[in-house]
């Protein structure tokens, strides 16, 4: 069965350091997610991007966050200067289409401690 | 704000017991709602999913859930627990385009 996977599934950083989640999607999905977890909370929606653009994101998502798509098959996360309350499981995904019944599917996640 | 309500972050059931897992989505008009399951240390599957084709909708490893729009709520049941349902368990909520946005969680307790 199709999946997304994400790397790595764990990293470690120090504060201040940038950092970048990596993700491929399902190859036939136009529609690119990031979700993250602080550890013992709801999965909160992060960013949706679509035809190289952002479509929607949340309050969550400021100037330190950035998501791109550098070539056909990857999906980044980039946070350029991590702080502690960063630390999380950030949450890929895709989906064929936007909206209604259609289904996001995830990543296994990318477990990041900020220090 | 239109979101869902997860009652319970903890239940404890014996394996064999009913399972009984608490949405409410507070909408105006009924959203369309998934379940999604996630087992340790892996991301989120979907069990299933409502699209108002049917208020009963069967999901994967023996779930299923009922929408009830007079009591805004999505329960998922499982009438026999196994040990391999302990897990965290979402219900989330999208209206239209919107973004799919998710409960609480809940996290599943078997005891044998």
């Known amino acids: 069965e199709p999946e997304v996977t994400q790397t790595p599934s764990h990293q470690v950083t120090q504060m201040g350091q940038e950092v970048i989640l990596r993700c491929v999607p399902i190859s036939n999905h136009l529609y690119f997610y990031w979700y993250r977890q602080i550890l013992g909370q709801k999965v909160e929606f992060l960013v949706s991007?679509?035809?190289?653009?952002?479509?929607?994101k949340s309050e969550i998502f400021d100037d330190q966050f950035s998501v791109e798509r550098p070539d056909g098959s990857n999906f980044t996360l980039k946070i350029r200067s991590t702080k502690l309350e960063d630390s999380a499981m950030y949450f890929c995904?895709?989906?064929?289409?936007?909206?209604?019944?259609?289904?996001?599917?995830f990543g296994a996640g990318s477990r990041l401690t900020v220090l | 704000a239109q979101s869902v309500t997860q009652l319970g972050s903890h239940v404890s059931v014996s394996e064999g017991a009913l399972v009984l897992l608490r949405c409410n989505y507070s909408?105006?008009?009924?959203?369309?709602l998934f379940w999604y399951v996630q087992y340790p240390n892996q991301g989120l599957q979907l069990l299933l999913k409502?699209?108002?084709?049917?208020?009963l909708v069967k999901g994967i490893n023996g779930f299923e859930a009922e929408f009830k729009k007079s009591e805004t709520s999505f329960h998922l049941t499982k009438p026999s627990a196994h040990m391999s349902d302990a897990a965290e368990y979402f219900c989330?909520?999208?209206?239209?385009?919107?973004?799919?946005?998710f409960g609480t969680g809940t996290r599943l307790l078997v005891s044998p």
């Open positions: 409502y699209t108002s084709a049917a208020t």
């Open positions: 909408s105006s008009v009924p959203p369309y």
């Open positions: 995904a895709s989906s064929e289409a936007l909206g209604g019944a259609n289904v996001l599917t």
């Open positions: 989330a909520y999208r209206r239209g385009f919107q973004k799919l946005v």
């Open positions: 991007f679509y035809n190289n653009e952002i479509s929607e």
